[in-house]
């Protein structure tokens, strides 16, 4: 194991002891670091806050993390790449329960969920803002995709994309059995 995948493994170890939010937590934390709003932090930056979380690292520690999540050779650190690296991996049942809630979600079936898609499962005309006026269904519907589309939010939804909204969702939730039943409570599975 490397510097950087070891620095990640204490750092998740941290994450799970502080329960369903600490990934969450983490986040908001490095977001907060990140002053001017590049979704980036350069190695100083790295360093600092993982030292207000009580792991010192030092400079060529920092290099290595950065170089490890960086996205666009910029020299500084993907703040989602690395979220998601801290992320636990997803167990077989849990992906298969997300590839069902998506296959669901996939009227077309050509892999991408669009508001096409979600019109044939979803109506958005009992939401208290359609109701006023204040929207239309589509915006419904779409308000509804953009939180499982990328950060680009551009109307399509790949699985890849649905998988990583959920890989957040499970490192909170602590059994399979637990993780499969809310997804098909959830999704009507």
Known sequence: MDTA???????RAQCLARGAAGIQGLARFFR??????????DAGELRQGLAKLGLALDEAEAQSVCR?????GSGTLDLEEFLRALRPPMSQAREAVIAAAFA???R???????????RGVYSGRNH???RTGEW???????????NFDSSEKDGQVTLAEFQDYYSGLSASVDTDEEFVAMMSSAWQL
């Open 68 to 72: 490890r999540w960086d996205r666009n």
């Open 104 to 106: 669901k979600l996939d």
């Open 5 to 11: 995948d070891a620095i990640v493994e204490k750092l």
């Open 128 to 130: 208290p803002k359609v």
């Open 136 to 146: 239309t269904e589509d915006e419904v519907l779409r308000r509804f995709l953009d």
């Open 108 to 118: 077309s079936g050509d892999g991408v969920v669009t508001l096409g898609d979600l």
């Open 32 to 41: 907060r670091l990140d002053r001017d709003g590049s979704r980036s932090l």
